[in-house]
């Protein structure tokens, strides 16, 4: 196939404010938190979360790991059950008439030639091309719990308490974090999940305007700042790697906005210029409100920035 995504690094850095950016689900949906270094952390899966969901709820693209699907599914006497993996590519397979190429079907999905999937009695078992590490804040925060009224009343049937009464719910939020997620986009699984520069291009934009999109109670407040892509040349076997190690900020503790914060990207332009040989390109795209860092960043040798208007993937 022609066309093929390029291996690539990838640093996005976003915020969150009073928000819960990714809950433990096994501790009551909780922030995840460093209780040692005060820090939040992120998951992968959050971030592939957000990707998928833009590309299936805004764009309009089916993916494998599609919720709704996999909610609705039933057996076959009609009862609701649980949709497994395999469940789930057949619910694929019945939208082609030659099933002889199971591995073309099972890669009909984005999110399969993006992050790779499983389908175990099929045989199908991908790594994707693109990978995202778990990610840490780059300031130090806290968890605050907090307590609210909801919207409708419960019946109470014990002897002296009132018949109905309001319910509760709890909160849980971070009120200010910077994350700095590290992504790669690995040349040998781009060719085994046959991954496009299109793909690629879906992916970028589901991250900057997926994040923006978040609208559930806890997602709310949540904001790209940067975005930037580290292009290799075909011939090329280098790699930085953990890009997120390279930037810093000069004021870690008591943050409660982008303004407070100051970046320092110093380590990060001196490394990519002193691999400038192996790098076709560095794209980056920035908010309106990490301007004032753009000068800065212009000393990055092949660097282009892009406008985030033209992110937007016209069919």
Known sequence: MTNLAKESEILFIWDTRLSNPNGDMMSDNANRFDEIDEKAIVSDVRIKRTVRDYIQYHKKIDIFVNNDAILAGYDDNGSLKSVTAENRFNQIKEQFENLDDEKGIFLSCIDNRLFGGVAPKSGLQLIGAVQFSWTKSLNKTETVLSQGTGAFATESKKEGEA?????????????????????????????????????????????????????????????????????????????????????????????????????????????????????????????SKMGKYKSELEKIKKIEFVEETKLLIKE
């Open 163 to 287: 018949k109905f009464t309001k319910t509760f719910r709890v909160d849980n939020y971070i009120p200010y974090a910077i994350f700095p997620t590290y992504g790669t986009i690995n040349r040998a699984n781009v060719a085994n999940c046959q991954t496009t520069q299109k793909d690629v291009d879906e992916l970028i934009e589901g991250l900057w305007f997926g994040t923006k999109k978040l609208n559930t109670h806890t997602k709310m407040g949540q904001k790209p700042r940067l975005l930037l892509e580290v292009i290799y040349k075909d011939d090329s076997n280098y790699f930085v790697g953990l890009l997120d190690e390279l930037v810093t900020l000069k004021n870690s503790e008591e943050i409660r906005s982008l303004d407070e914060a100051e970046f320092d990207f110093s380590e990060l332009i001196n490394v990519l210029n002193s691999a400038e040989s192996f790098i076709d390109k560095v794209k980056v795209i920035l908010d």
